[in-house]
């Protein structure tokens, strides 16, 4: 999952947003608010540059080097992502409930993804008795998370917060085939994004994102990306779904130098139970 204090930073001015119809004025101010910040937030030394590029000083196994708010990434006890094992997770009542909604989307071609925000009201999930509104998702090339040692092609995660800003991520696997419909429905959009910069997509309902998994898994993890904080409840469908090769290659492209592959490798279980539960079958969405 990428969440990391650059992108918290930039969700400040976001309100703000809501109220005009942008321009393309408007779109190079915020493309330049956005380099900006990203400056600034180097120089004060609130985030160092990271990557997913083994045996470079900013790659995984260094992330903990990088800033002393980082040492979690090698140190912590629940860190993500995992390797799931499905002989070895265990039954539990399903206690997820999804209900998303119409509501104005942004594309942000940020420091190190492709995010698709949505800064008002987008609806959300149902976590054992907790509400989380939904906030962004974006992508992963390969996969983050693996299913009995298999990684994919790509996935997939939509992350949520709820008042006290806790999050709950639902991670979704991809492997060549097929397009997705909901990468198709952005293409136009992700092949105008230039760096630091966003785009309005209008109104976009999560719903239109396939999911309808039967069995999913759950574990308590922590951000796929620096500063890697605990607390995070995982939620992984086990339903694998597809993305054509062109579709990876361009959220690939997209991405900078450094992060096209930006998986970062699993991580030690240490103890930790893997849950498995099963949804009623939901109603597939189907784009027109
Ligand atoms: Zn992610």
């Not at 989307?105 to 987008?122: M, S, T």
Request: net charge neutral; hydrophobic share 30%; with cysteine.
């Amino acid at each position: 999952m990428l969440f990391g204090l650059f992108q918290t930073e930039l969700r400040h001015d976001h309100g703000s947003r809501l109220l005009g119809t942008s321009t393309n004025v408007d779109n190079s101010r915020k493309a330049l608010n956005r380099s900006l910040k990203g400056m600034q937030a180097v120089t004060k030394g609130e985030y160092e540059p990271f990557n997913y590029i083994d045996g470079t000083p900013g790659g995984p196994k260094k992330w903990g080097s990088l800033s002393p708010d980082w040492k979690i990434c090698p140190e912590g006890k629940f860190q993500s992502p995992i390797n799931i094992d499905v002989l070895g997770a265990h039954d539990t009542p399903s206690d997820l409930k999804r209900a998303y909604k119409d509501a104005l989307a942004e594309l942000v071609n940020g420091y190190n993804n492709i995010v698709v925000e949505w800064p008002g009201d987008a609806g959300g999930i149902e976590v054992n008795g907790s509400t989380y509104k939904l906030i962004q998702c974006h992508w992963h090339t390969p996969s983050e998370h693996t299913i009995n040692g298999k990684k994919f092609d790509a996935e997939l995660h939509l992350v949520h917060e709820n008042d006290m800003g806790q999050k709950a991520v639902i991670g979704t696997l991809q492997t060549v085939g097929e397009p997705d419909p909901f990468i198709a429905s952005l293409t136009e959009k992700l092949k105008m994004v230039g760096e630091n910069e966003e785009i309005d997509l209008g109104n976009i309902s999560a719903s239109s994102i396939r999911y309808g998994s039967k069995k999913n898994y759950r574990y308590s993890g922590s951000f796929t990306t620096p500063p890697c904080k605990e607390g995070v409840i995982w939620t992984i469908a086990d339903k694998v779904r597809s993305v054509s090769q062109d579709q990876i290659k361009l959220i690939k492209e997209l991405h900078r130098r450094g992060f096209q592959e930006n998986a970062r490798p699993v991580q030690s279980l240490r103890g930790r139970q893997v849950w498995k539960f099963e949804l009623p079958e939901e109603k597939e969405y189907t784009h027109s």
